[in-house]
């Protein structure tokens, strides 16, 4: 396998990757970005620790998306993430509520 076919195979990864993201982003309430990694997920706990005078953070994430083109299986049940770098966590909107068409719900 040459370096272009290679660099090819990264980039096709790259791109499968960010259509799944597309696809999933709606099913999940919050993003989380760390130093390491980008992960969707419904609930998350973050605290705050300190142990011998560093502060560091330890995440809980409950039904996940990992951003990970190297993973087989990106959907977790559950994730912890230790880290000493900052954590951003983001709430999603919501989209507004899109009712079907049809003469159900027509007046």
């Known amino acids: 396998m040459s370096a272009e076919d290679l660099e090819d195979y990264e980039t ?10 597309r696809d999933v982003v709606g ?5 989380v970005e760390t ?4 992960y969707l997920a419904n ?4 605290q705050v620790r300190s142990a ?3 502060v560091y953070f330890e995440l809980s ?8 083109v190297y993973r087989s299986a990106r959907f977790v049940k559950s994730v912890r993430v230790v880290t ?12 507004d509520l ?5 003469e159900a719900f027509r007046r």
């Open 12 to 21: 096709e990864m790259e791109l499968a990757l960010y259509r799944e993201y």
């Open 27 to 31: 099913l999940f309430a919050y993003v």
């Open 35 to 38: 130093e390491r990694r980008f």
């Open 43 to 46: 609930s998350v706990d973050l």
């Open 52 to 54: 011998a005078g560093e």
């Open 61 to 68: 994430l409950a039904d996940a998306w990992v951003w990970d």
């Open 84 to 95: 000493f770098k900052d954590v951003n966590v983001e709430e999603l909107a919501k989209a």
């Open 98 to 102: 899109d009712l079907p068409q049809g």
